[in-house]
């Protein structure tokens, strides 16, 4: 890695470390969605929020190479997209897309 690849890399890292608890926050929007669709409760303006929240994940990790996190991110917008999406597929995937981020948590 050449010297202008290893600032790149560290100037990533320092962005990821500094905007995780953003990422944080919006996966916590994602799990509230998910538990009320667990509980039948998800009313449209969280379902559209948690789309809006995936979406701004979807658009965003693949700059810090997480491309798993970018392609779950997008499933989940899409799957939110739905009226009445499916409770569990929102739990699976979002639990999947925090392992894909934060995999030592």
């Known amino acids: 890695m ?18 995780r608890p953003l990422i944080e926050e919006r996966l916590a929007t994602l799990d509230r ?14 379902r559209e929020q948690a789309a809006d929240t ?13 491309d798993d996190g970018t392609r779950i991110a997008r499933q989940l ?14 739990h699976n995937l979002t639990r999947e897309l925090r392992q894909s981020l934060f995999p030592s948590d």
Request: glycine share 6%; no cysteine.
């Open 2 to 19: 050449d010297q202008t690849q290893q600032k790149t890399a560290d100037l990533l890292a320092s962005l990821w470390v500094r905007n």
């Open 33 to 46: 969605a998910a538990s009320l669709a667990a509980d039948g409760n998800l009313v449209e303006d969280v």
């Open 54 to 66: 995936a979406h701004k994940l979807a658009g965003s990790l693949g700059m810090y190479g997480y």
């Open 77 to 90: 917008e899409l799957l939110l997209d739905y009226a009445s999406p499916d409770p569990v597929q929102i």
